[in-house]
C-alpha cells in the first residue's frame, strides 16, 4: 500500500529539467521504479497548440533536449523501454537508442497525447473563444475530466488508455525492474496520477516540461 508521496523539487541542466516523485513503500529492494519522460519541444508547443494525435516533429530546440536525456540516462540501468508511436516522442529517445544500442524499445498508441479531434494545432486561446462555455466546464474541478469538445477524447478517456496501458506494463515485469516512457504531457500526467493514486482531476497541476523526466517508485501493490 502506498503510504505517501514526496515531490523533490526540480533542478535544471541546460535545457534539461528534471522532477522526480518518490511514492514511499516498505521495502527499497522490491521496488519498481517507471521512469516518464516527456518529449522535447516542438513548433506546436512553443505556440502553446493542443497537437494531440498530429504527428509533428521536434524543433531544434527539442531535438538539442533529445540529446540531453540520451546523456542523462545512457548510463541508467534500464530493463525495459515504451515509447508513444508519435514522431515527437520517438525522436527523443532516439539519441538515448544511440548512445544505447543494446537498448530495445517498444512503441504503442497508447502513450500517444490526449487525441483533440478537430481542435488540433489550435491554440488554446482560439479554443477559448470558440468554445467558451465547454471550455470553462473543462477547466472546472468537478466537470473537467468527462468535458471534451467536439470529436476530441476527454481526460478520462485518455487516463483510462494509459492506465490501461501502465497495468499491463507493470503485470509482465518483475517487481525490482526499472521501465522507461517516453511521452506526452497528458499521457505521462495521466500515468504518474494513476500510479500515485491521485484523483483524476488534479493531474494537471504534475510538472511535465518538455524533455522533464520524471520518477515513480513503488512496491508490488501496483499489482493489487
Known sequence: MVRGCTLIPAHTA?????????????????????????????????????????????????????????????NWHLNAIYSSDSQRAIQTAEPLLKLRPDFEIETTPDLREKNYGVCENYSWQQLRDEYPELFAKMLDVKTGSDTKFPEVESDREQSDRVAKFTDAVVEKHDDDETILFFGHGGSIRSAAAYLCKFRLEYKWRLQTDNASISAISSAPTWRD
Open 14 to 74: 541546460d535545457l534539461l529539467l528534471i522532477h522526480v516523485v518518490c511514492v514511499k513503500t516498505w521495502d527499497v529492494e522490491d521496488l519498481t521504479t517507471i521512469y516518464l519522460v516527456r518529449h522535447g519541444e516542438t513548433e506546436g508547443n512553443a505556440s502553446n497548440l493542443a497537437q494531440g494525435f498530429s504527428d509533428v516533429p521536434l524543433n531544434d530546440k527539442g531535438r538539442a533536449q533529445a540529446k540531453l536525456v540520451g546523456e542523462r540516462l545512457k
